[in-house]
């Protein structure tokens, strides 16, 4: 198992990153690194923590990629950057097998898919970040905004992809899986997601529940949640943006009245429980799923646990051969 | 001031809608309303009652629309249910103003728009709900679900009605608008947003301050903020139901353990404040703009309190000519 670490682009730098990455060597025995970025830096951190010398490598590849760079332009002018380098190398050579990124999202997406090719019969690649549930497990969202032109056989592509990777990373046997629409009825939405109803209820290889309002995207009740990128992307960022504003909000009144600093004394932990509940940094990366080889973006504030996360995502979804099962899926499928 | 009071259709029946309508007559002395349900239904309630007699009417119409019925069916079939007999009664009747219902809203926006038709140069009606924000301000959301086939120049005209609706009835003199999408950079999203982009940019009455992610909806830095109906609806869904979930959780957490139930004890009131602020009933109902007459759709779940806030913004957009002013707007705009 090769896995590129893209060491640039993230706001936690070289410490994150190859830290991350070295904790997953600590658990995986077969996982080699490749750390791309600046030389010297890497070398430095590595030189101060204990690592095993056999299975890690550096590439010299000092420039960033920023979100302010096209994602085009910043493919053909900065073929120096980590992020660009290290594509390269997935495309150039058969041993390397995936890569990790917390740099800019535009330019990950658009190299990758130029790049790397797509699994074989996938029309789009699609972004499937993870969230808590209230029942303790976990929901996947694809696609949270990898496209923004849809066709309904995508989105029954986002719901074959998604539950593969659901079940082989996250264990559910068969993820319960919903289309993201305005209402529950069958009838509900545009005809884009008319149709996509359709073709999910239809589809055997897919455990289809039926429509999902945003309201319910925490319930439990899903393990999946397929979605044209738009609103995929306004899903995932509201839910995030709203529970933060409102974790923020309750801190604020807290500190409005004595007796309310009391209390939150005794519930300080519960507190930053909550806090952790909402982090999305503990439930890894968001996978580009049906590319090639592997990809998967972190957020941009990923720290060393988060990338740690990333890498294992990354990790599970070779070692169950995510791709191999993904072409046999397909060829089962007959999609117009 | 003459406002139709569909009492059919909320879970809260005749005390909600009657008592909030009551309510609102006694700060408004020149509000008078048309009660439309079953006669001995709301005889009762008003014999039990104060109220103004010369400043009320009862109109028999026992039947109910519910969220099962097909819009169009229930146009067509169920004449005598208290919802089409409100807009019948509005669109005979030059006297009356508008109408408040808590009742199924497909329904009622099929029913508005055909029957009741649309402020000239108007293409669609659109909701505009309200959410509070962290500063202690509100934000309209526009469309937040009313039409799925949206335009460019259909997103101008919710931002044109929103901003004259969150001027005349909140108070905020120049509305800060923002366009929901998936980046804040001008280029973000598909070819709809990107050319509604360019038209809000452009135009001279809309104070458009540019994009605006899912997650800054509750930041306090927008006061409207313009979405196709699909996207508009999760984020309007989303917001609330995480909300909802995460005060659930903390509630939940609460009781697992002796000192966090301690520490709540002098919380109370703060928890309780929380789930106030998120309590939409509180910010009144989804008012469909552009239409002739005045409409506003309470939650189904409305109190009378929350019957009392929608019947208040009818009053409020009447008072202040609305539709007078957005015919103004839109004959000093150009829109292709």
Chains 1, 2 share one sequence.
Do not use: W
């Not at 060597?25 to 070398?43: A, K, P, S, W, Y």
């Not at 990790?100 to 130029?114: D, E, K, P």
């Amino acid at each position: 198992m090769k896995l590129i670490i893209d060491c640039l682009g993230g706001d936690k730098g070289y410490p994150a990153m190859i830290g991350g990455a070295l904790k997953a060597q600590e658990i995986r025995n077969d996982l080699f690194c490749t750390f791309v970025g600046d030389e010297n830096e890497i070398r430095a951190y590595l030189s101060s923590h204990a690592h095993d010398e056999q299975r890690v490598e550096i590439v010299h590849a000092p420039g960033v990629i920023t979100g302010n760079d096209k994602p085009t332009d910043a493919i053909r002018l900065k073929k120096d950057s980590s992020m660009i380098k290290g594509i390269s190398l997935l495309r150039e050579n058969d041993d390397y097998n995936g890569i990790i990124s917390t740099g800019a999202t535009g330019a990950l997406v658009a190299c990758s898919t130029l790049r790397l090719g797509r699994v074989r019969g996938i029309r789009r690649p699609a972004f499937c970040p993870i969230l808590p549930t209230m029942t303790g497990g976990i929901v996947g969202i694809c696609d949270s905004g990898a496209n923004m032109d849809v066709t309904p056989a995508m989105i029954l592509q986002y719901a074959l992809m998604g539950s593969l990777y659901i079940k082989n990373v996250f264990g559910v046997e068969s993820p319960r899986t919903a289309l993201l629409n305005v209402g529950t009825e069958e009838e509900k939405g545009d005809d884009l997601h008319r149709a996509a109803y359709a073709l999910l209820r239809d589809c055997p290889f897919v455990n289809f529940v039926g429509n999902m309002e945003g309201r319910d995207l925490l319930s439990g009740k899903y393990d999946l949640v397929v979605c044209d990128g738009f609103s995929g992307n306004i899903l995932v960022k509201t839910t995030e943006g709203t529970a933060l504003t409102l974790l923020k909000k309750i801190k604020t009144d807290i500190y409005s009245k004595t007796r309310y600093k009391i209390g939150a004394l005794f519930m300080k932990k519960m507190f930053a429980e909550e806090k952790e509940f909402m982090n999305y940094q503990n439930y890894g990366g968001s996978v580009l799923l049906g590319i090639e080889k592997i990809v998967v973006k972190g957020h941009g504030s990923s720290d060393e646990y988060a990338v740690f996360k990333c890498v294992d995502q990354a990790y599970a979804m070779l070692k169950n051969n995510l791709n191999e099962q993904l072409e046999n899926t397909l060829a089962q499928c007959e999609v117009e």
